[in-house]
């Protein structure tokens, strides 16, 4: 099976998205490496808008995730509801 990963900035702006990502992708495997957040999953990360929302207590656009982003790999997917991160099969 293919994995994906989303390495993020570990800065203040991101942990709320962390959070996010946590409760959204149970799978999601987390390493925390100096300056940096590296997640990683079996085919699909997904970082919702309203989970997001929630963590930071006012509204969040998925744009804004590019603020924090280091890397990824896999196909992007995104929309005013989402960023996701999958591969095809």
Not at 3 to 9: E, P, R, T
Not at 66 to 75: A, C, K, P, R, V
Request: proline share 4%; no cysteine.
């Amino acid at each position: 099976m293919s994995k994906v990963f989303l390495a993020l900035q570990d800065v203040d702006e991101a942990r709320p998205i962390v959070e996010a990502i946590r409760k959204d992708n149970p799978n999601a495997e987390f390493d925390h490496q100096p300056a940096m957040i590296r997640i990683t999953a079996d085919q699909e990360l997904i970082i919702k808008r309203e989970t997001v929302s929630n963590e930071i207590g006012a509204d969040w656009d998925p744009q804004d995730i590019q603020l924090t982003l280091i890397s990824f790999g896999g196909h992007v997917d995104e929309d005013d509801d989402y960023f996701r991160i999958f591969w095809q099969d």
